[in-house]
């Protein structure tokens, strides 16, 4: 019975013409501005793609020296481009490189606050704080990183249109559920129901939430798709940690 009014509360929204229109119109515009958005100032995406693919070709041990070796000859042969380039894929390669020390150092860090001196003035806040990080990263130890494609994950998931986007399509999918029965005349017909007004919220609600989990796949399966026809495709294999900007997470 739920799963019939959520159908039919979906039916409102979902089977106007205008509104998968948009949904259609939307949903080609964010991948367009996305698929022609400049990677960096200093590369373009044939540049990104020719890299990845020349890392990509080598086994995974070997890729570390090759992307030190093809920094330093970049930096030697003063080319500017190429070695912001490579010196991006470095850095990213120095971070997965310490990350054990990373580790280390929140583990070191959690037991330098158990010994608590009465003269101490550390906040008891930020003792817990500590506490509960290293707690949070000890599953974590020994994890091994590897270099992955981080330029189509980023690209993928960090697009503040898709973002705005996805949340205006809530807000109007919000505002038709609230308003249909006004505009239909029909609120005299819903006390009397089965389960009454309750049953008739839980509905919109199952639906909304519903509409959100389907947008959030749309969207964002979208932006990953033209990330991975922009950059190459991405390691779902890998550690989070491994892409560039997730090395925290835990």
């Known amino acids: ?59 995974a041990p070997a890729r570390g020296a090759y992307i030190r070796t093809a920094h330093r000859q970049a930096q030697e042969a003063g080319d500017v481009w190429n070695n912001m380039l490579w010196g991006e894929f470095a850095a990213e390669l120095d971070a997965i490189d310490g990350y054990p ?28 704080s500590v506490q509960k990080t290293a707690e949070a990263f000890r599953p974590l130890t020994g994890r091994v990183l590897s270099f992955v494609n981080s330029r189509t994950f980023r690209e993928a998931t960090d697009f503040p249109a898709t973002d705005v986007t996805v949340v205006m399509l ?26 009454g007004r309750s049953g008739f919220i839980r509905a919109k609600i199952g639906a909304l939430a519903l509409a959100s989990a389907l947008l959030t796949a749309l969207f964002w ?29 835990a």
Do not use: H
């Not at 999918?173 to 389960?195: A, H, Q, S, Y």
């Open 1 to 59: 019975m739920m799963w019939t009014q959520i159908k039919d509360e979906l039916g409102k929204v979902c089977g106007r013409g205008s509104f998968v229109l948009a949904l259609c119109v939307l949903l080609g515009l964010t991948g367009a501005l996305r698929y022609a958005g400049a990677p960096s100032p200093y590369a373009d995406r044939a540049a990104y793609v020719s890299a990845y693919e020349q890392i990509d070709s080598l086994p």
């Open 170 to 195: 809530l807000l109007y999918m919000v505002m038709t559920l609230v308003v249909f029965e006004k505009e239909k005349g029909l609120f005299v017909l819903i006390k009397p129901l089965r389960e």
């Open 101 to 128: 020390r990373y580790l280390d150092d929140i583990r070191a860090r959690a037991e330098d606050s158990t010994q608590i001196s009465i003269f101490s003035e550390d906040d008891p806040f930020i003792r817990r």
């Open 221 to 249: 399966g979208g932006q990953f798709w033209v990330a991975a026809l922009k950059y190459g495709p991405v390691r779902l294999d890998a550690c989070l940690q491994s892409v560039s900007g997730y090395l925290g997470s």
